[in-house]
């Protein structure tokens, strides 16, 4: 699996490629992040939007609010999450 997460003004881009069968995998493990600087809990479901094909993901976070998400931070969890099982 190929994942590259970016930063987009408020937004963090998330693209993964090679997931073939594991979306479900992908979204249980995005469910359970929690933003590190925010001391709040696991992502609001109106931030998150998800464009899923049969081999690869895309999905946004738009933070609501004034919360904003930070890239690096989203690319570290789900590389533990997703990569170093």
Same mark, same amino acid.
């Given at each position: ?20 069968? !594991?979306? *479900? ?6 469910? &359970? ?7 709040? /809990?696991? #992502? ?17 976070? !738009?933070? *609501? ?6 890239? &690096? ?7 533990? /999450?997703? #990569?170093?099982?």
């Amino acid at each position: 699996m190929r994942m590259q997460v970016r930063a987009s003004g408020d937004e963090v881009h998330i693209e993964l490629l090679g997931v073939a069968g !594991r979306q *479900h995998r992908v979204l249980q493990a995005l469910s &359970s992040y929690q933003p590190e600087a925010q001391n709040s /809990a696991t #992502l609001d479901p109106t931030e998150v939007c998800v464009r899923a094909g049969t081999n690869d993901m895309r999905i946004r976070l !738009r933070g *609501h609010n004034g919360r904003r998400h930070d890239a &690096s931070a989203v690319y570290r969890y789900l590389r533990r /999450a997703l #990569l170093e099982r």
